[in-house]
């Protein structure tokens, strides 16, 4: 993915529209390490709540994108997590 992809990045911020969603973010590497593994992009989602991590996963929007986009990459890795306490 190259940094003129800028649809699947609005079409992944559609797709938080509608879900319990309280922050999205989305970015190109920028590391001077060069650790990336090969990943050039982030998208990042913050919830509320772990429902809403599930309202999220099952919202029509999200599927569309998963199905369309996630698809169509060579690779992906996907991490679930919460934040340590203090952070």
């Keep these: 993915m190259t940094d003129s992809s800028s649809k699947p990045a609005s079409i992944f911020l559609r797709s938080n529209r ?3 969603t309280s922050k999205t973010n989305k970015g190109t590497d920028v590391s001077i ?3 990336h593994d090969g990943f050039t992009h982030v998208f990042e ?3 509320e709540s772990t429902e809403g991590v599930r309202e999220y ?3 029509p929007a999200h599927v569309e994108f998963a199905t369309d986009f996630l698809g169509s990459t060579e690779k992906v ?3 679930d997590f919460k934040p340590a306490a203090g952070n």
């Design 18 to 20: 509608g879900t319990s």
């Design 33 to 35: 390490e060069n650790l």
């Design 45 to 47: 989602s913050t919830f």
């Design 57 to 59: 996963v099952y919202h």
């Design 77 to 79: 890795l996907i991490i």
